[in-house]
């Protein structure tokens, strides 16, 4: 017979449970197993972050050790609010929450299984706990009592079903702050449904605009909208109003001004302000004068929707800021019936009547819908909105959903990018020992994507940094210069070609990229500002770098702007200055070596040029 060495100890036990498993089985097995898997990626992810170890996972419960109980209270925390945010975007009948139930006592260890009461009265305190909610014991609290800052519940002395003594319990309050809801929006019956028929709605509309506004600033003379001296006006479209008075909607239009962005973007001859740029603008667009300082634009699209029954009347006006005339202003009252027939309709009409001097596939590339599924578009917009988020599981929740829109529509395009970006984003991040693996899974989601729409600008921009992170920079390059062919107006794309033209030493490039993303973009942050500033320093423009890099200090700008800043001074003799940006560098990265810090660019070249500067400075 086989021995097996056992070692008993003192440990934290966390079990979870599904509620409602056994009912939803009977309901649809594969919908509740995917359900389930979902949920599981996400408590495993948060053990293994406040480093617990999963032991066993029998139907649907999970059971793991965690090294001290605040470990195992943190991550219980995290676990029910990453599964609610879940719950909060998935279809009424996938909903799953979990109870959790958190005990401290004494276990046995054997082999990759653990025995004993201190589990067992663990499985009996997660029963007492309400759906997404946490029970803990007494030994538990007695540990984490002022770890947190909140209270816990007394619910008294429990007798639990098979142990011999009784237990006090005590739970976790069911604080906004403790289990934080998403405001990405729910789903209760058909209540998505008629928001996804007002946000196809404003689409629609907007995309009148876009027609309007084309003829309207054709017919202005060309110094009136030249920017920059670039003879393309700009114009910026501010984030649509929900009026609706609810505001968990508001990832729709959220989602809308991102699609109205990018339509607007694919046409050559027009320059279109970053959804970035106008997002602090949102709910505050009364001072057309602030917004042509700091935005550059001479018009603006404005916006507001409001839903009544089986209806939707969106308001929308097309202002000169310049003179704070409104050049065209509209009222759309119209029934909710078959969205995307409607917003194709409008767009033939627009687009003929106007004559717009656009070219075939210009017209093409702005029209794209994607899908004909008015679900699938749904879930893509929630899956979007939780991508933007970037946290892990929030990053986790979003693949869930973008998987829920490719079952709906497997030729969904942008839906498969998207996905792409969540493995992208997970191996940059660290969050997976096998970074090969992830990279692979986004290079071929990215490739499936612009195998259904060679158009897809975001899919060359995702598989671009696919390259970048393994070092194909000449690949990475291609790519992101075929995503500005598509869609001329996108800063970001201009800004990454500018950080990638920077690594492998084209100088000249880099700066006018950058410069670029900021007329695109006047709010770019100083992770793409920094790039401009080596820019500058590789060409020789010492005195630009200076000015570029002080502009940076302070606020969230790490060692790099610090170490391009004492580079500069050193080069154009600062020496005082020089030394003390170096001890700056230090200060803020103790580990810096300028030997490891140059390898980041390709060339030689570079890599003296910046070492030099930076001994000089005195960096070792």
């Not at 004068?289 to 929707?305: I, W």
Request: with cysteine; aromatic share 8%.
């Amino acid at each position: 017979m086989e021995e097996h060495s056992s070692l008993r100890k003192l440990a934290a036990i966390l079990i979870a449970d599904a509620v409602g498993f056994s009912r939803q089985m009977g309901e649809d097995e594969e919908r509740t197993l995917r359900a389930l898997h979902a949920r599981r990626d996400l408590i495993e992810h948060e053990i293994a972050a406040y480093h617990g170890r999963v032991f066993g996972e029998a139907g649907d419960s999970v059971v793991a050790e965690f090294p001290s109980a605040v470990h195992a209270l943190k991550a219980a925390l995290e676990i029910q609010r990453s599964i609610t945010e879940l719950n909060h975007v998935a279809p009424q009948e996938e909903s799953m929450p979990f109870r959790i139930g958190i005990n401290l006592g004494d276990v046995i260890v054997e082999a990759q299984n653990l025995y004993g009461e201190g589990i067992n009265i663990a499985e009996r305190l997660q029963t007492l706990a309400e759906p997404g909610g946490i029970c803990m014991s007494a030994s538990v609290r007695e540990q984490v009592r002022d770890k947190f800052d909140f209270d816990f519940i007394d619910l008294g002395t429990k007798q639990l079903k098979n142990i011999a003594r009784p237990v006090q319990v005590f739970l976790v309050p069911p604080s906004g702050e403790r289990v934080r809801t998403a405001r990405i929006g729910g789903r209760k019956g058909g209540r998505s449904l008629h928001w996804l028929r007002i946000a196809g709605a404003i689409l629609a509309v907007a995309l009148a605009v876009i027609g309007t506004a084309f003829y309207i600033l054709s017919l202005r003379p060309a110094e009136q909208s030249a920017s920059k001296g670039s003879g393309q006006p700009i114009i910026a479209v501010l984030p649509f109003a929900n009026l609706s008075g609810d505001e968990k909607q508001d990832y729709f239009s959220d989602g809308i001004t991102e699609d109205i962005v990018a339509a607007l973007g694919r046409f050559s001859n027009l320059s279109v302000r970053a959804s970035t740029a106008t997002a602090k603008f949102k709910n505050n667009t009364g001072d057309l004068a602030d917004l042509q300082q700091k935005l550059g634009v001479q018009y603006v699209v404005t916006g507001s929707v409001r839903r009544s029954g089986e209806r939707v009347r969106v308001s929308v006006d097309l202002i000169d800021t310049a003179t704070d005339i409104h050049l065209w202003t509209r009222q759309f009252d119209q029934e909710l019936t078959d969205i995307f027939a409607v917003q194709d309709e409008i767009t033939r009409n627009i687009t003929g009547a106007l004559a717009i001097k656009l070219s075939r596939i210009e017209q093409d590339r702005a029209l794209q819908k994607g899908t004909q599924s008015l679900d699938a578009y749904d879930y893509f917009l929630r899956g979007r909105a939780y991508l933007t988020l970037g946290g892990r599981s929030e990053v986790l929740a979003a693949r869930a959903i973008l998987e829920r829109a490719i079952e709906l529509d497997p030729r969904y395009a942008a839906a498969i990018s998207s996905l792409g970006d969540t493995y992208l984003l997970e191996a940059n991040q660290g969050w997976t020992e096998f970074i090969g693996d992830a990279l692979a899974r986004a290079e071929a989601l990215e490739r499936q994507a612009l195998t259904l729409s060679p158009e897809l600008a975001d899919a060359h921009q995702s598989l671009a940094f696919v390259y970048l992170a393994r070092g194909e920079y000449d690949r990475a390059i291609l790519e992101t210069r075929r995503a500005i062919e598509i869609n001329p107006s996108d800063a970001y794309g201009y800004a990454s070609l500018g950080s990638m033209l920077m690594w492998v030493g084209d100088a000249e490039g880099a700066i006018a990229a950058v410069e670029k993303a900021r007329l695109f973009d006047p709010t770019l942050q100083w992770d793409n500002i920094y790039v401009l500033g080596f820019g500058y320093f590789l060409a020789g423009h010492y005195d630009e770098a200076v000015a570029t890099f002080e502009s940076l200090t302070g606020g969230e700008a790490n060692y790099s702007v610090y170490a391009g800043l004492a580079a500069a001074y050193a080069e154009v003799g600062r020496a005082k200055d020089a030394e003390r940006a170096a001890l700056e560098v230090t200060r803020r990265w103790p580990f810096f070596k300028t030997a490891l810090f140059v390898e980041q660019w390709r060339d030689d070249k570079s890599r003296k040029l910046v070492g030099d500067a930076l001994i000089k400075a005195g960096l070792k």
